[in-house]
């Protein structure tokens, strides 16, 4: 009988790049006769000893294909009275997460139905706290948006907040939800998630990457102004007022949503050396599995870039002019089904 790999254990190789080791992959349940078994089904490939690799390209449409099966789950096995909700709920509105589930999470009233092979959080829903998506029962967007932001860590959260404000959803409404919810696990967390929420981020690994720097007591960045200067313009994922210090994230998928650039690897070292040789900044850059796997570790980084002399006493050069783009329209204007 065939096996499958876990979407868990998927998801995880994925953040490291689409490759894992042996020790890694017994440390998440694989054991060597499950490993042998997967290879020979080409569900993984080995690329040497004690090394094993993704089949094929992991990129945009390995994770459509992962929503559209955890989707799909959710759609065959709901039932009437509950709603997708949580990390479900952001996907159902097309949200990013900051990984998928290993089952559908949905929200069910007290004393419902449960529903087997879902994951599902029983609490109260009012009429105005459901929409229907796609044909899909789901919490509204701020509702959903609260709801990641109770069950996850900050970090974490803040991948599927940054994501709603951007679409339009009120910053307000989640409070007054939050508020409405009273006095429940996580309330306190989710209020500094909301607080922190920025809809200027774009994309989920600046996202992450800011929440683990600011639960480590980084100070706030702004994200993605524009910087203007002797007639170029570049726009960095996050800066840090009051210092010559800026931030990128780095991560594959940044670059796949370049590709109107010949080279994007080249134009992201243009900037970098634009920043610090024209305007005298520094830039601190990560990526998505140091936040992940070693965030203590880069935010040490930073304080140790934060406390050079030279972006302590850094000074805009005359002529420079940092703008902010506007805030996108309001999601109640959208389609809904």
């Not at 006095?183 to 994309?203: H, L, T, V, Y």
Request: glycine share 8%.
């Amino acid at each position: 009988m065939p096996i499958h790999l876990p979407p868990r254990v998927r998801s995880r190789i994925f953040d490291l790049g689409g490759g894992a080791t042996t020790g890694q992959l017994h440390a998440w349940g694989l054991s060597t006769g499950k490993l042998e078994r997967l290879v020979r089904d080409g569900q993984l490939i080995r690329v040497t000893r004690g090394c094993y690799r993704l089949p094929g390209t992991a990129g945009d449409d390995y994770w459509a294909k992962l929503r559209s099966d955890h989707l799909m789950c959710l759609a065959s096995q709901i039932t009437v009275d509950a709603a997708a909700g949580l990390r479900t709920g952001a996907m159902v509105w097309g949200l990013p997460v900051s990984d998928i589930p290993a089952h559908p999470e949905v929200i069910r009233p007290p004393r419902s139905h449960r529903p087997r092979g879902l994951r599902t959080v029983c609490t109260a829903l009012s009429t105005e706290d459901v929409v229907t998506v796609n044909g899909i029962a789901v919490t509204t967007i701020e509702r959903t948006a609260v709801d990641v932001a109770v069950d996850l860590p900050i970090p974490q959260a803040l991948v599927t907040l940054d994501a709603a404000l951007r679409r339009g959803a009120r910053r307000d409404l989640m409070l007054a939800i939050l508020q409405r919810r009273g006095r429940i696990a996580g309330a306190s967390k989710a209020r500094q998630a909301i607080g922190w929420a920025d809809p200027f981020a774009e994309s989920a690994v600046e996202s992450r990457g800011r929440g683990e720097l600011l639960v480590r007591g980084v100070p706030r960045p702004e994200c993605n102004l524009t910087f203007k200067f002797q007639g170029e313009v570049f726009r960095p994922d996050d800066y840090w007022k009051g210092l010559g210090l800026t931030g990128e994230a780095d991560g594959r998928g940044k670059y796949d949503r370049e590709r109107w650039v010949e080279n994007p690897l080249w134009e992201e070292r243009v900037r970098h050396q634009w920043f610090e040789d024209e305007l005298g900044m520094k830039v601190f850059r990560w990526i998505d599995r140091e936040m992940r796997l070693t965030p203590d570790a880069a935010a040490a980084r930073w304080r140790r870039l934060a406390s050079r002399p030279e972006v302590q006493l850094w000074v805009p050069p005359a002529g420079l002019v940092i703008a902010r783009k506007p805030l996108p329209p309001r999601y109640e204007s959208w389609p809904r089904n």
